[in-house]
């Protein structure tokens, strides 16, 4: 029985939830380490990444080793019509919190796409080949779509998704690099 996206996203958060805290913070900082090792971070000025809602990896240990490493750090808001752009975060950043909760930086320098070094992707589930099944508002596709810098998602084992699991739409994303700890 083929299963739809939502169905699908609904039951990865739940897993993502239900992971046993010593399990996750293990996980999350091999998967950290694995990243801090790429050639594509170790060569990025500018890194894209988002601040994490409770069942994501957490990215504020990724965000403060970027910024020690004199990295310029930019991470989504929102606009209308689910577009985003990506705003420079820094010690003096205010935020505020979207109409998903999620906080945004409410000022601060917007960096286009071709500003924009290495993006670390988030999502529900991928393939270990870059598919991807995001959360549902296309807000990434659509970015990504005209966004031709590298591309990487940190997947913990319960976010690999077998290939097939879900039918890719015609708009939808892949990532250049999926980092999991299969790969150790």
């Given amino acids: 029985m083929a299963y739809s996206k939502n169905e699908l996203r609904q039951a990865y958060i739940a897993r993502l939830q239900q992971l046993d805290l010593n399990t996750r913070l293990s996980e999350e900082k091999r998967l950290t380490s694995m990243l801090f090792n790429q050639l594509e971070w170790m060569r990025a000025k500018t890194v894209a990444l988002t601040l994490s809602q409770s ?6 240990p990724i965000l403060l080793h970027a910024r020690h490493e004199g990295r310029t750090v930019v991470v989504p808001r929102t606009l209308p ?9 820094t010690e003096s950043t ?3 919190e979207s109409s998903f909760g999620i906080l945004e930086p409410a000022d601060g320098r917007v960096f286009g796409p ?8 988030p999502g529900v589930a991928f393939t270990q080949d ?9 807000y990434y596709d659509r970015y990504l779509s005209k966004y031709h810098g590298d591309t990487i998602a940190l997947a913990l084992p319960t976010q690999l998704a077998d290939d097939g699991e879900w039918q890719a739409d015609e708009h939808d994303q892949q990532i250049a690099k999926v980092l999991s700890l299969a790969e150790c």
Avoid: H, P, S, Y
């Fill in 114 to 121: 071709d500003e924009i070094d290495l993006m670390v992707v």
């Fill in 130 to 138: 870059g598919k991807r099944l995001g959360f549902g508002g296309g």
């Fill in 94 to 96: 205010n935020f505020n």
């Fill in 55 to 60: 069942f994501e990896i957490d990215t504020a």
């Fill in 81 to 89: 019509k689910r577009q985003m752009e990506f705003v420079e975060i």
